[in-house]
């Protein structure tokens, strides 16, 4: 029998927090970064490096699964636990947020949205019935009500209409989740930059009782210090014992700011696009890989990490392949960028568990401001 | 002390032999396939990887590493096998078939081949003498005599020219040579269709006694039956204690049909750059993943492979890998791919040692014949 789904904290440090989730597909050890494997494939990357990282949840995009192959599809095939072979902890989002930026002629009304495919121009519709039917097909663990997201900045009007349509959309959302043990359905907390309308949304979502909360809206555009303000307005008002994802961010530093600050939970494609496109992030902060001062560099990206991408591959190769254009350069410098993100959060577990937490910020600071040119 | 490079035949069944390559990187089991790794990278794929499929040689481009990143800056990062992260066997072809087929405004002299580069117009002069210091900084252990290859058809007096330049820069490449224990050149019978031509090559060639003997100028377009005749009337004139190298070769059935006249080593990039084009091959023959026929099809491509990309993932997901475009679906097939290879050749190799080696052929192709459409 799987057990329910469960949030334990550990430890405290602050306002930061250590804890377990347990889902019906494993634990999750929170600060926790999430993979995300859009179309059911972490892009350029094999679920078996992908899980060596340290990685316990991958994400996928109820709106690319849905155009192709579609829900109905991978339910038919076993899942999408089974369909992209990772038998660990599967979160989907809504679909909401990437309908918005990439669906064409979308009409949103109180009923959902309509919109058509950017693949082909078929016609769909997106509803919270239908965002919590598709995310039950593909079987996720941790499934996301359905919600609308705004850009920043945006007019307070805008704002507070489509913070209240996805108060709407959670309560919805909440009534069709048919989720079994060991799966849950988090809420979100939209609001854009108005503290109000944040702790007016956090507020009503909490008295609807969900099992975790996610802070939407966020790294659409506002700089970080708006968004660490949002952050400090709004996590208040969510309970201690529930899990908080911070949707969408970020870079290393948005994220050790943001677990200060009580965030358990990440996703973001930084690391992975940035690894498609020649750039790693490492201890010694980002590093273009396509810059020519790497072609003679015999030195690793990091010779003290466990994953063999950055440990095992020259610069001089690593800018070789990036130059030529080879594949294996999006794979080693995507898997590379996971295990530097996944090590940050592994040292930021430790060290709120071990109530040093501010010193391990300062000291990773430190470090990629220190940078890491030849020497 | 490295050992020296030998040949050693353990069986034969009829004119199919196994036999041991020993370089200073290590064994390769013959009749091999070796893993077109073109510029430092077998394309998609991870070293380990390659490795796993039973691959014992991987062969890097001198034309391409000599252009990007050069073959000095190899040799100052450690050689290729540390630069590419490959320490087995490497065979480096003589940029002479690749100049001819990729660079710009190329002219043929007695000294050799003056060129532009395809990548950035640069001006560069290939001589046996040049290929050889360049495959020599490369430190591959299999080197190959620069040598010009002719397309086919093509007329009696090109090809009777081409034959006859290649048999002269195959002594400067003799000289030129500076392998230490466990290196060796081989030298590349031309000919194209002509009998008398090929046999000429052959024994002059043999005459000035290199280690090892490759058949260069064919599958540059002719049908199957002409490579077939070419190697009957060649191999005969080759000595039976020395590897024979089928060069851009083939098919699986273009290689049990070479095997069975008395090849030992094959290279392709048939299987790669069929894997990246959303082709497997498998025992049940090609199969065409981007075909909507696969989309519902929860089988993987072979149950039975050791190959997790052929036996871990269902051909529904492939299809979908396929048809989205992810780099996964290059990985994947590519895998598939060349573990097919491999496994062909490891059960050729068997089949050879049982003296069942015609047996084992009717029964490959009676198995591609047959296929394998869903039930």
């Known amino acids: 029998m799987t057990e329910p789904f469960s949030f334990t904290l550990h430890a405290r440090d602050g306002a930061a927090r250590r804890g377990t989730i347990r889902t019906a597909h494993g634990e999750v050890a929170t600060p926790a970064f999430m993979a995300v494997g859009t179309a059911g494939t972490v892009k350029a990357m094999q679920m078996r490096d992908v899980r060596e990282t340290g990685t316990d949840v991958v994400l996928g995009n109820t709106y690319h699964l849905m155009l192709r192959p579609g829900a109905e599809q991978v339910a038919k095939l076993g899942g999408l636990h089974k369909f992209a072979g990772w038998p660990h902890t599967m979160l989907t989002d809504s679909g ?31 509803t919270p019935e239908r965002s919590m039917e598709i995310q039950g097909l593909l079987g996720s663990d941790i499934q996301m009500q359905f919600d609308e997201c705004v850009s920043l900045p945006n007019s307070r009007d805008e704002i507070d209409r489509a913070m209240r349509l996805s108060l709407r959309w959670a309560e919805r959302s909440k009534a069709a989740f048919r989720g ?10 939209q609001g854009g930059d108005q503290t109000d309308l944040r702790r007016e949304s956090a507020r009503e979502l909490v008295a609807m009782n ?50 200060a600050r009580g965030i358990d939970m990440f996703d973001c ?60 350069a999006m794979t080693l410098l995507t898997w590379s960028n996971i295990a530097y993100y996944q090590s940050l959060m592994r040292g930021a577990r430790e060290a709120i568990e071990a109530g040093r937490y501010a010193d391990y910020v300062a000291d990773a600071r430190a470090c990629w401001e220190r940078g890491d040119v030849a020497p």
Request: with cysteine; glycine share 10%.
């Open 96 to 126: 909401g947020f990437q309908v918005m930026s990439l669906a064409k002629l979308r009409k949103v009304t109180e009923q959902g949205v309509a919109f058509q495919s950017h693949i082909d121009g078929s016609r769909h519709m997106l």
């Open 269 to 328: 494609v930084m690391p992975t696009r940035a690894g498609r496109h020649g750039l790693a992030y490492t201890r010694y902060g980002r590093i273009n890989l396509k810059n020519a001062r790497h072609a003679d560099d015999p030195r690793p990206l990091d010779p003290e990490s466990t994953c063999p991408a950055a440990r095992d591959y020259s610069r001089a190769y690593l800018h070789h392949l990036v130059r030529s254009g080879e594949i294996l």
């Open 210 to 259: 969900f099992p975790g909360y996610a802070i939407g809206g966020l790294a659409v555009g506002e700089p970080q210090d708006v968004m660490l303000r949002v952050l400090e307005d709004t996590l208040p008002d969510l309970p201690q014992d529930r899990p908080r994802y911070l949707m969408g961010v970020g870079t290393p530093d948005d994220m050790l700011q943001s677990v």
């Open 180 to 189: 079994g043990d060991g799966q849950a359905v988090f809420a979100i907390v």
